[in-house]
């Protein structure tokens, strides 16, 4: 149970874990200001980044769909555990022993999700150390004439299955599993005659997540005498969901992010033929085609966003399945802010093949002869046509033109109007109206071959005020209640940046936001033990998506120094005192207006007006 675990403890896996360390591994961050970090929200599509990260603060908050919260909750909603699950898995990354309230040693959850992982990561080493059995013979031969050598397969995890019906089960159940855990695993399968393994005589590769943990396999039929698909993939399960698993991504992950490129391939022997060649940004789909779940997972960590070019390649064999893989994948194109290409290896060899007969440059000269997917869809849409008779000549143009519509740089439209018109044999405003009556249709959502492709959703901060209120719908663009906010935000993510005098005075400020108001109640009561997750825990829950904002928005810093730190903190609470003294002034000239001169009212306001001054001139000085 959750609350068995020490809070002590819990509290010390949440200080000691990196988050930034964390999230980074399905998100890329970039630098967003001052101890903030900003990526593609992992939760929800959108076209620009709204996910913000604060380390120092341990909280993240998305401003697009509203979801928030700490290392913990981040790992329960990405990976679908428990809090205590969470809790583990990072206990364990650092080492750490867990205890319970009481002081004995807390006992480990295992949910279905944890105990089909420990499976496919003990296959994954039983498979390994198979390979160099004799009886793998065959494995090892068929990766020797595909120009894969024995670092090559350790370095990609590969491994054999035994030509039995329960080997793999044997061993595994030999460790403690369940055969209701192997079926979930999809390690073994159950037929008319009992359980049996499901990768029996073939090549096996692991196929990983983006941590680098074994979700599946991929497994590759070796002799005639197997009847079964050449191949054969992990069923679906707790982990494994082949509309997002992409081969390679584990290894890809980090040079896609330096790069901003990734290179979508069409099988695994692919991807270790661009690695090998040093294009490490290889990844390939498992057993499905390219959609938009795969887009998901690339955007994510490519920053697939407008401030930095990117591009997506994919290559296809230059047959009829080839070209129906590429009018699948441009299906997903307008998912993509990146410039996507489609690159094609000469006399129809796929990488791996092409690699094999020509070499590593072979690989990184077909890569650098890619073309516009959208050029390559066009050419070929076109070229179903016969262009030799009217009809012909009209079918084309009307499919050919919404492909240009679909072009996201505008400059580029008018010159891929002008090669349409080309193609078809038709004059250039004649193209030029068809491309227009196509970004017309369907309110500018362009469709093509009876497909609707729009692009990801980009949420409104509003949206998410269903789940709790927010900074859009608090504050507004009132200047007070923007000040009220970075009274806020220091006082949760910079607490000890203000002299202790002046943070204290600033927080007995009355807010005129009523939602912030209650929050600033909530900080004061708790005063030293001031944190984050007590800040969540002392509101109530229509409160706490708005204290998860206010935790992650970027401070105005340059260089974070300090001295800069110490002067943001104090000019702010010192504003907000001067902005309540101010007030006080004029009422109290209001007043002295109504005063008899030279009555003892009237000096005593004067008194109370000099006073004010004088503390507005100390804190010009604080501030």
Request: with cysteine; aromatic share 6%.
């Amino acid at each position: 149970m959750a609350g068995m675990i020490s809070r002590a403890d819990i509290d010390e896996v949440r200080a000691r874990t990196d988050l930034l360390e964390v999230i980074g591994q399905y998100v890329t961050l970039k630098p967003a200001g001052v101890g903030s970090w900003k990526g593609l929200c992992p939760f929800h599509e959108e076209r620009s980044p709204s996910f913000n990260v604060r380390p120092q603060v341990g909280f993240y908050h998305c401003f697009g769909c509203g979801e928030g919260g700490d290392v913990f909750t981040f790992l329960q909603k990405i990976e679908g555990v428990s809090f205590v699950e969470a809790v583990q898995q990072l206990a364990e990354r650092l080492g750490m022993v867990l205890h319970t309230e009481d002081g004995g040693r807390a006992q480990a959850e295992q949910s279905e999700r944890v105990r089909v992982l420990a499976a496919n990561d003990a296959a994954a080493e039983f498979f390994r150390r198979q390979l160099g059995s004799p009886e793998a013979a065959a494995a090892r031969r068929l990766l020797v004439s595909r120009h894969f050598g024995s670092e090559a397969a350790a370095h990609f995890g590969l491994g054999y299955a035994p030509a039995s019906w329960d080997a793999l089960r044997s061993h595994l159940r030999g460790l403690g599993f369940s055969d209701e855990e192997l079926l979930a695993a999809g390690l073994v399968t159950r037929g008319s005659r009992g359980i049996y393994d499901r990768f029996r005589g073939r090549l096996i590769w692991p196929i990983r997540e983006v941590t680098g943990r074994t979700v599946g396999f991929g497994a590759r039929r070796l002799g005639d005498d197997d009847s079964g698909p050449k191949y054969l993939n992990t069923p679906e399960t707790t982990l494994y969901h082949k509309s997002h698993v992409l081969y390679g991504i584990d290894l890809a992950k980090r040079d896609i992010a330096k790069r901003r490129q990734v290179v979508v391939v069409e099988g695994y022997t692919d991807v270790m033929a661009c690695h090998l060649a040093g294009v490490t940004t290889a990844v390939a789909t498992c057993g499905t085609a390219f959609g938009a779940g795969h887009v998901e997972v690339i955007r994510r960590i490519l920053g697939d966003d407008a401030s930095q070019p990117a591009e997506v390649i994919f290559t296809f064999d230059p047959d009829e399945a080839g070209r129906k893989a590429a009018v699948r994948a441009f299906a997903q194109e307008r998912r993509f802010i990146a410039q996507t290409y489609v690159a094609v290896a000469p006399d129809g060899l796929d990488p791996s093949d092409l690699r094999q007969m020509r070499g590593d440059g072979a690989i990184r000269a077909m890569l650098s002869a890619r073309t516009p997917l959208f050029e390559f869809v066009l050419r070929d849409v076109i070229s179903r046509f016969d262009l030799e008779t009217v009809e012909g000549r009209v079918q084309a143009l009307q499919n050919g033109a919404p492909i240009v519509a679909e072009i996201k740089n505008q400059v580029m439209i008018e010159g891929y109007t002008r090669t349409l018109a080309g193609l078809v044999g038709v004059d250039v405003s004649t193209a030029r109206e068809a491309v227009t009556r196509a970004r017309r249709s369907e309110g500018g959502a362009v469709t093509w071959g009876g497909r609707d492709a729009p692009g990801p959703s980009q949420s409104h901060p509003a949206e998410a005020a269903g789940a709790g209120w927010t900074l859009a719908n608090s504050v507004g663009r009132d200047p007070r209640g923007r000040l009220e906010q970075q009274a806020l935000e220091v006082w949760i993510q910079i607490p000890h940046a203000a002299s202790h005098e002046i943070m204290q005075e600033s927080q007995q400020v009355p807010f005129h936001a009523q939602r912030l108001d209650r929050i600033r109640q909530a900080v004061v009561s708790l005063g030293e033990a001031l944190t984050v997750p007590a800040l969540l825990d002392a509101v109530s829950p229509e409160y706490q998506q708005l204290v998860q904002e206010l935790a992650v928005s970027p401070l105005p810093l340059v260089t974070g120094e300090r001295e800069e730190t110490v002067a943001y903190a104090n000019g702010i609470c010192a504003h907000l005192i001067d902005d309540q003294l101010g007030e006080r002034k004029r009422g109290l000239l209001r007043s002295l207006a109504r005063c008899a001169p030279a009555s003892e009212e009237y000096r005593e306001t004067q008194r109370q007006l000099a006073e004010l001054e004088l503390r507005r001139r100390e804190l010009q000085h604080q501030g």
